[in-house]
């Protein structure tokens, strides 16, 4: 399985598509660093302005910590995309190749080899938000330095010192990790019905818009749905930044984040292994 998942992870990197998502985060994060290097103070200043009559700010608050926060908050919805461009290739991909045949001829299971390839993807995916990670929060924190975050969310100011800033982070990216997964999964499952990757790429966004659209519906049966929808727990990254920990909220999300992509890959499994190659 090692192998298999390396020459599919070759094949991912062999693709110049691979590299949008890289290319877009790397040339991104650093505009968005340098604005804030120049306005990083009036955007500070703006976040600020209803409560500055009652607080008065000391300290280093325009820092790496604060510019990573509003980075993963801006680009997370954004994300998606990239990641369907490449995971809704990785079957209709073959099938645009017509490989399909020489793939399935070979001494492995049908099962072995969608797992590989969703194994891939969900490395790639892993990969672009530890590179993510990197260009925003280490070089955000060369820039910047270090300090104190402050989080304004919902009426709610909450300053974090800087010793209980980094762990909340770390969790932030790894549960950001795990939603931009169900995006591949579903992305990897569309890429099973079809022979083209534009078709999974654009239902996989439909589907996100569509479920959003419907969370923000205040009508009984969509808020009965909503708890359901896997979109409802893609920015559940930003629990890691109440205080407390609301760990109940973290599990429950986790849980159904995993359950979604534990459905998307069996259906496409399941697919995969009616596919008639043939025709």
């Known amino acids: ?3 298999l998942i390396q020459i599919e992870l070759y094949k991912i990197f062999k693709k ?3 590299y949008i998502g890289f290319i877009a985060i790397g040339v991104l994060v650093p505009i968005i660093h340098t604005a804030m290097v120049f ?3 009036s955007t500070l200043n703006f976040m600020t302005r209803n409560i500055q009559e009652s607080f008065f700010f000391v300290g280093n608050l325009l820092n790496g910590y604060l510019v990573s926060y509003f980075i993963l908050t801006s680009l997370a919805v954004h994300i998606p995309f990239l990641i369907a461009l490449v995971a809704g290739d990785l079957l209709a991909g073959e099938a645009t190749a017509g490989t399909y045949r020489m793939l399935i001829t070979r001494p492995i299971s049908r099962t072995q080899i969608i797992t590989s390839k969703f194994l891939a993807g969900i490395i790639y995916t892993n990969l672009l938000i530890l590179w993510l990670a990197v260009m925003s929060l280490i070089v955000g924190l060369i820039i910047f330095g270090t300090g104190e975050l402050l989080v304004i969310s919902n009426q709610t100011v909450i300053i974090f010192e800087k010793s209980d800033i980094l762990w909340r982070f770390l969790l932030a990216y790894g549960f950001a990790s795990l939603g931009m997964s169900v995006v591949a999964s579903l992305a990897f ?3 099973s ?3 083209n990757s534009i078709g999974p790429i ?3 966004m439909a589907v996100i ?4 659209i419907l969370s923000a519906i205040n009508i009984d049966f969509f808020q009965t749905m909503k708890p359901y929808l896997f979109t409802n727990y893609i920015l559940s990254w930003r629990l890691f930044f109440d205080d407390p920990v609301d ?7 986790t849980l159904i984040l995993a359950g979604h992509i534990a459905i998307f890959f069996s259906l496409a499994l399941y697919l995969f292994k009616r596919k008639d190659i043939l025709t």
């Open 16 to 18: 110049w598509r691979t």
């Open 209 to 212: 818009i569509v479920f959003i």
């Open 189 to 191: 499952l569309f890429s």
């Open 247 to 253: 760990f109940a909220e973290v599990s429950k999300a």
């Open 39 to 41: 306005e990083g103070t």
């Open 193 to 195: 019905l079809v022979e």
């Open 202 to 204: 654009v239902s996989t």
């Open 1 to 3: 399985m090692l192998t």
